[in-house]
């Protein structure tokens, strides 16, 4: 029995132990140090100072770094070439931080609350030669993790990207403040593949049947809206996706789809936003061209939003010229308007002698004065076409693409409504009435909602109400702070589109 204990003792425990050691040790994390993994030295769509970027991932959670020893960075050092240091405090301390950004002006930091931002103060990326970065942490004043990357000439356009946990790096898409799931190794990424959309058959009425599919994950939470453009009609839910969600006979000729998943560390595919167009049903649509004015009058051409919608600015381009007709994401066409895009808005401005059409400023090339074309895109889905040669106008006019007709209306419309659909249509009772007598009444028939004022012979307002979209019932319409006799004008408007009648009191 003695001998058995010591065999025990002298053999047994000792390996029991030991398993128990490799074990702990195996099931500790990995600790990552923070690494550089994208740089963006050379954009071309706006200034240097305001796309250069620098992206760090941090590699430790909110609660800050584990060294092998225990322990938090203090600080991040990061160093181009021979200049002086940027010295970053604990950038990973806030709650979800996981990379930090550098960028000229604070004013461009992503709005994201798993990165941090640092400025990179007055180092200015080379755009024509080779660089040399390192960056490492500092705690208890010793620098650990050092990480050092030599990159080769840019690309315009274009950054470069680590490819994993190597020191390889490649020419990718810039993705500033975004995990990049194709060259970043560890990311937790659930995304959305692009919209599959068939259009319903003819017989089923305009609509389309749609389907939401997952990807880098099995299943998510996903909140989706569509929106029927002219009809008005919006649906928005939310559903468990498990592979695939489908969305049979959403109804409309035009619809603006959204859906979103729950933001994750590659937040790029969390979005999904896509217009489904049919055939003669584009919200947007050129309204007139003048591709060979007189000077000093500058080339323009005009569009004309046919929804009751405003449509933002910053989702539509002119195909290949000009790229998006704005950066800002608040900037929008609204309901009914028109706009004008020349390369010379003052010009024009100065030309025209007022100030009510809206004017945009565009780099539109040169429209060709015998024979040219221009269109409308939402990425990559073209909306409306323009065509023209020596037999469609003759220079100096313009011309309206709807009608076939010349044209000179700049930011206007004609009083027939040529370049529009009505968005509304009414009745009233009578056009002849007493004001003692039968009331009068108007039906209105619309899937927008439409404001409805009696105005004086001089276009005064005495009475005003809102009617609510799908309303279809009569409306009164009180007369009684009108004369006896004479003449008066009921108004129907919808966004800027206004349809005014006159009505005669007898006695």
Known sequence: MRAFF???????????????????????????????????????????????????????????AELDGGGTFDSLMVQFEEKPALRFINPGSSPGVSRLVLVHDSAYCPRNASVGCGLLGNISLPNSRS???????????????????????????????????????????????????????????????????EELSRGAGLGWNLRFSMTGCDSSWVYYWVEDLFGGKVTADSALIRGRLEIPEAKGGTLWVRASLPLDEASGNDLLDTLLVTARNSPVVVSEVHHCPLEPEPEWVEVYNRTGRSLPFNKFQFCGRGGLWSKNSGDSLGPFQSVIFTRDSSGLRDFLGYRDARLVQLSLGYLNNTS???????????????????????????FNPLTGEAEYTPGFHRSKGSKIDTPFTYKLSSRVVKRDGAPLRVLVESALPVDLKLLDSSGHVLWKNRIPAQSNMWWNVPLAGLPRTGIAYVSLSSGVYENKVGIVLRP
Do not use: H
């Open 131 to 197: 660089s040399y970065w390192r960056t490492w942490a500092v705690r208890k004043g010793e620098a650990v993790c050092l990480d050092s990357v030599g990159l080769s000439s840019p690309k315009a356009g274009a950054s470069f990207q680590r490819v994993k946990d190597s020191d390889r790096w490649v020419v990718a898409e810039p993705s500033l403040g975004e995990a990049n799931p194709l060259y970043e190794s560890g990311i937790r990424d659930c995304g959305l593949e692009p919209l599959e959309a």
């Open 372 to 398: 040219g074309n221009i269109s409308i895109c939402y990425g990559n889905l073209v909306l409306d076409s323009v065509a023209w040669d020596k037999t469609t106008v003759s220079c100096p006019q313009g």
């Open 6 to 64: 010591a065999f025990l003792l002298s053999v047994i425990l000792p390996m029991v132990v030991l398993f128990f050691l490799m074990v702990l040790f195996s099931c500790s994390p990995a600790f990552a140090c923070p690494r550089l993994v994208e740089v963006f030295a050379d954009p071309v769509d706006v200034s240097d100072q305001e796309g250069e970027f620098v992206e760090i991932r941090l590699g430790y959670g909110p609660e800050g």
